[in-house]
């Protein structure tokens, strides 16, 4: 798998200058080397989740804490953690930033990714949450800067999608 190294430092030292101390992620290929980064760095705290679902409410508690926190999953763990970003994230105004690996989009090769990608934006939209589009490794850190001040601004979710261009090396 060619997952970019070079671009996942860029998303991880953009996350570390939004001050995020808390990530929270289960293992995903295209998220291999954010999750080892913030397993080696001793100033971040890596919460290893079950289901992706946990992560809201690690989330939420850090929110409560005052601590800057991010969410790693891909679209498929968005799909299955809607629930509690229904319920608890939206319902109390719960700041998220969510870096989801936007899998099954185009140029998909695994058959099993295309339904969830399919459905990522429009449960989105229909949920309200701002999107953007990470394509671009120049616009790191500022798209992150930015997902993160309108997430706090707003008391609500915010969605980072990684996509393709940004995540893998050809």
Not at 6 to 24: E, G, P, R
Not at 34 to 47: G, H, N
Not at 77 to 97: C, E, T
Not at 126 to 153: E, N, S, Y
Request: some cysteine; overall charge negative; charged content about 20%.
């Amino acid at each position: 798998m060619p997952v970019s190294v070079a671009n996942s430092q860029l998303i991880y030292d953009a996350l570390k200058a939004c001050d995020v101390q808390i990530i929270s992620a289960l293992p995903e290929t295209w998220l291999v080397h954010l999750i080892r980064m913030a397993d080696e760095d001793p100033d971040m705290t890596l919460v290893r989740i079950a289901k992706e679902e946990e992560a809201v409410g690690i989330s939420a508690g850090a929110h409560l804490a005052g601590v800057n926190s991010a969410l790693l999953m891909q679209n498929h763990g968005f799909l299955a953690a809607i629930n509690p970003i229904v319920s608890l994230a939206l319902l109390y105004k719960i700041p998220l930033l969510m870096l989801i690996s936007y899998r099954g989009h185009m140029g998909e090769r695994d058959p099993w990714q295309t339904q969830g990608g399919m459905v990522t934006e429009p449960l989105l939209r229909a949920l309200g949450i701002p999107i953007w589009h990470l394509t671009d490794p120049r616009d790191v850190q500022r798209r992150l800067k930015d997902a993160q001040t309108l997430a706090h601004a707003a008391l609500a979710p915010v969605a980072v999608l990684l996509t393709r261009e940004l995540m893998w090396e050809d």
